[in-house]
């Protein structure tokens, strides 16, 4: 199993931030390979994107949803992933969003991709475009502020 570790500090509120990063049908927008997010319901996402030239499709879910805290998912079939983004207020005006993310590289290109660290660099480059993003627009574009609890904690 592979882990990424990044973060970006954004120039928006904490709730600013985290609003929008609900928002998951637009990652799209900066989220690098990503073709397509489809929210099936409050929990469930169907990913579709191009990972070393290829196709892959998935579905989600949201294991714990805390606003302006965090958010945590893992695979439910298909591509082998889970993470969490945390959301930290720096100030009244600045936020800083990390992201764990633990993954199964799959295939040769995956495997030499992830050896070369460009997991990691896709990361970072998909961080610093929601940065500029949400720093671009007056106020976030949606926002979703139900909870969801780990089953653990039910």
């Known amino acids: 199993m592979s882990m990424i570790e990044q973060s970006v500090e954004v120039n928006v509120p904490l709730r ?30 169907h990913w579709v994107a191009e990972i070393g030239g290829h196709r892959q499709e998935w579905d989600a879910e949201v294991t714990e949803q805390r606003p302006d805290e965090r958010i945590a998912w893992k695979n439910v079939g298909g591509k082998q992933n889970a993470g969490v983004v945390t959301f930290h207020r720096l100030d009244d005006d ?4 990390m992201v764990q993310l633990d993954f199964i590289p799959e295939g040769l290109i995956e495997k030499l991709g992830d050896a070369i ?20 627009r007056p106020v ?10 780990r089953v653990d904690e039910a």
């Open 140 to 149: 976030e574009s949606g926002a979703w502020r139900g909870e969801v609890r």
């Open 16 to 45: 600013t931030a985290y609003n929008q990063w609900t928002q998951f049908e637009e990652f799209p927008t900066f989220m690098e390979g990503v073709k397509e997010v489809r929210q099936i319901d409050d929990t469930h996402l």
């Open 117 to 136: 660290a460009a997991p990691d660099r896709r990361v970072a480059g998909d961080l610093q475009r929601f940065k500029e993003m949400i720093e671009a």
């Open 94 to 97: 600045h936020t800083r969003l």
